[in-house]
């Protein structure tokens, strides 16, 4: 208080002459008149961009929806003309009797109705049919109902029209509803496009394609913003074509408000009215095709939103700057700034504000201090969450190693219990082959469950891997032949246990197996380029190189997926967890050529 009055003080008896009031008026100034002109050039600039982005959206949306709309039309256009043009048109609809039943008959009205019906085309979507009218016949080919008497059709309403326009014009359209089937509840509302036909030959009868526009709506809707946009298709004498609202359809624009005089305006300056007290955009750009006019009308809602809350912003930034000035004015006067420097200070150096350090500059309570025991407090976090991170991931990589290894598949156990099972049976006069394989699965399963550690010299994995061989050439008989080109300078490096069988098991159930015949494996190791590279090759059934390329990119997986080819995965990401990224498996193969299984190890002794 002693302080207040003292400025107070100082402010009365120096009046504009004192240094404090003349400093609290420059300040306010400097801050306050920026603020009011970068407002104003914000509001001026932004409200003008809006305005013109308006525009520019609107009419390029507009010019999509009508090259969308025009290439399906074209699309129809050419589709109807190849069907008027048609020989097989040209009979029925010159044909007096086309009800003549017939096998003939029966399979050129089949083929008319398939030609009729369109496939693949983006206007199929939404085609509801195609008529074909014979006037010398009186009967009517429809693409979803066969053929029918005139009179019996019940879509014929469409035949007044017809009479009344055949004479002058090869084509036209009509806004139409109508119902197709018996028990139909409400009539659809079509849009159907009439093709004089044969071509060259008025009043024989015409093409008819019938355009669901439903269907055409939501059509439109796709290319458009339904619940923006407002969207009028209108002919040369400006009759609505198209408009969400059914009642609008076949009557003039000109009685519709606010479009009165809009065939009048420039097609590519998008022009503002106002509508019951809401702005509109609206614009209009001609076909391209045909003479259709294509109409949008947007509520400019959002812009007038926008712009009221860009005002809003605009004032709440005056007011708010100038409450600023007011008070940085007044804090600077009173030399208060000094704990900004101390905040920035904490912020650049956090080490040095110590809980010790922190005690003797603010040696009370206050926002200082929280803030900078927060900060302090949220470093020392920070260090303990990259030190348990770490942690973590190095259990991670332990437990998905021990995850991995314990997935090998074990279906050749099942399998060799299954042939010892068979053998016992046939082989009853004597067991010397099952001995053989009990002895062979023994040692195989004690060299697989019995090494303490993950890693054993490749010696005692190749010994492995014959016992496994040794069952299956009991199993297989002369099914395939093992060939060993093993480099003895590599025997004492180590090697992931159980890395070989998996490759040999592949070999045999997806390479030999399949081929039906004798096959041949062949399994060699040596150094290569400082690396020990070992490689099971087969002359089976090989794959393709799709299959071949999708293998490999698979291997680069950080984990295994149950299905065809996991043992090689299971290999795989067990060598790249115990010797890093640069190891690991390669396929290479060839349709009806064979497989090559290809590792890379590093050279560790024993």
């Known amino acids: 208080m002693k302080d207040r009055a003292g400025i107070w003080f100082y402010i009365r008896h120096f009046k504009i002459h004192s240094i404090f009031l003349r400093n609290f008026l420059i300040i306010v100034c400097l801050v306050t008149l920026p603020v009011v002109s970068m407002s104003a050039a914000v509001y001026y600039v932004y409200n003008k961009v809006i305005k013109e982005e308006v525009g520019a959206v609107h009419l390029i949306a507009l010019s999509r929806l009508r090259d969308m709309v025009d290439m399906t039309f074209r699309e129809i256009d050419d589709f109807s003309l190849q069907i008027a043009s048609d020989e097989a048109v040209t009979r029925l609809i010159e044909e007096p009797h086309p009800e003549q039943s017939n096998y003939t008959s029966y399979k050129q009205i089949q083929s008319l109705s398939q030609k009729i019906t369109p496939a693949n085309k983006i206007s199929g979507q939404f085609i509801n049919s195609i008529y074909l009218f014979s006037e010398t016949n009186g009967y009517v080919l429809a693409s979803n109902l066969g053929l029918w008497k005139l009179e019996w059709f019940m879509d014929n309403g469409w035949e007044s029209e017809y009479n009344l326009r055949k004479a002058n014009s090869n084509y036209w359209m009509l806004n139409r509803t109508a119902k197709m089937y018996i028990g139909e509840n409400e009539p659809r509302q079509l849009l159907s496009l009439f093709y004089t036909a044969p071509l060259g030959k008025k009043g024989k009868g015409a093409v008819i394609v019938n355009i669901d526009t439903e269907r055409l709506g939501k059509f439109i809707n796709n290319v458009s913003d339904n619940y923006l946009e407002d969207i009028y298709i209108v002919d040369k004498n400006g009759t609505v074509i198209y408009n969400r609202d059914p009642s609008l359809l076949n009557t003039n624009i000109s009685t519709i408000d606010p479009l009165q005089d809009l065939l009048q305006q420039d097609e590519t300056q998008p022009i503002k009215k106002s509508v019951n007290g809401k702005i509109e955009s609206i614009t209009y750009l001609n076909s391209q095709f045909n003479d259709w006019r294509f109409i949008s009308v947007i509520p400019l809602r959002l812009y007038q939103e926008k712009d009221a809350y860009l005002r809003n912003y605009m004032f709440v930034i005056f007011a708010g700057g100038l409450v600023i000035a007011l008070l940085l004015a007044w804090l600077i006067a009173a030399r208060v700034f000094q704990p900004i420097r101390k905040i920035i200070s904490i912020v650049e150096n956090p080490d040095k504000w110590t809980s010790v350090e922190l005690g003797k500059q603010e040696p009370h309570l206050n926002e200082i201090r929280q803030i900078a025991a927060t900060l302090i407090k949220s470093h020392g976090q920070r260090l303990e969450l990259e030190l348990e991170l770490r942690h973590r991931l190095s259990l991670l990589k332990k437990a998905q190693n021990v995850a991995l290894q314990s997935q090998i598949n074990p279906h050749f156990l099942y399998n060799t219990l299954e042939t010892i099972n068979w053998n016992a049976i046939r082989l009853t006069g004597g067991e010397n082959k099952v001995t053989e394989m ?169």
């Open 438 to 606: 009990l002895t062979s699965l023994s040692r195989l399963l004690r060299l697989s469950l019995e090494s303490p550690t993950n890693l054993i010299p490749i010696k005692a994995e190749l010994e492995h891997v014959q016992h496994y061989i040794d069952i299956l050439l009991i199993r297989y008989k002369k099914s395939f032949s093992i060939v060993w080109e093993i480099d003895d300078a590599i025997l004492s490096c180590q090697i992931p246990k159980i890395t070989l069988q998996p490759l040999i098991e592949n070999a045999i159930y997806h390479g030999i197996k399949p081929k039906q015949g004798q096959g041949i494996i062949r399994i060699s190791g040596c150094m290569a380029d400082g690396h020990i590279q070992l490689e099971v090759a087969d002359d089976g059934v090989g794959m393709e190189r799709e299959r071949m390329e999708e293998m490999n990119v698979a291997m680069t997986d950080d984990y295994s997926e149950p299905g065809d080819h996991i043992g090689i995965k299971n290999v795989n990401q067990r060598i790249k967890l115990t010797f890093g990224e640069p190891f690991g498996i390669t396929i290479i193969s060839e349709k009806h050529a064979g497989t090559v299984i290809r590792l890379i190890l590093p050279a560790v002794e024993q």
